[in-house]
Nanobody
């Protein structure tokens, strides 16, 4: 089973940018066979979908709240998925998790489709 490690979180002022990375390791399957998603969870709120990218990178979806500001991408040669976050807002403050869906060809926005999760990285946007 794949293991995921996120990095790149931190404290930033509103309007700033951060780039999250999620490195995968330990799987016997090619990284390109996994759909990868980013989710976030703010204090007192449920975990919510942010973005998803298919194994090939051709299928990409975002939640409306981040469209035009966030960009998900992946480098299958490096077993890494990224989330570029621009024009950050205080409401983007949350723990951000990357997740892997091992079901081939599925591109899901629901958290229960994903069977491997990273430990999370804190993003805090100050006003």
């Amino acid at each position: 089973q794949a293991q995921l490690v996120e990095s790149g979180g931190g404290l930033v002022q509103a309007g700033g940018s951060l780039r999250l990375s999620c490195a995968a390791s330990g799987s016997g399957r090619a990284f390109s066979t996994y759909t990868m998603g980013w989710f976030r969870q703010a204090p007192g709120k449920e975990r919510e979908f942010v973005a998803v990218i298919s194994g090939s990178g051709n299928g990409i979806y975002y939640t409306n709240a981040v469209k035009g500001r966030f960009t998900i991408s992946r480098d299958n040669a490096k077993n890494t998925v990224y989330l570029q976050m621009n024009t950050l807002k205080p409401e983007d403050t949350a723990v951000y998790y990357c997740a892997a869906d091992s079901r081939w060809g599925r591109v899901s926005i629901t958290w229960d489709s994903y069977n491997t999760w990273g430990q999370g990285t804190q993003v805090t946007v100050s006003s």
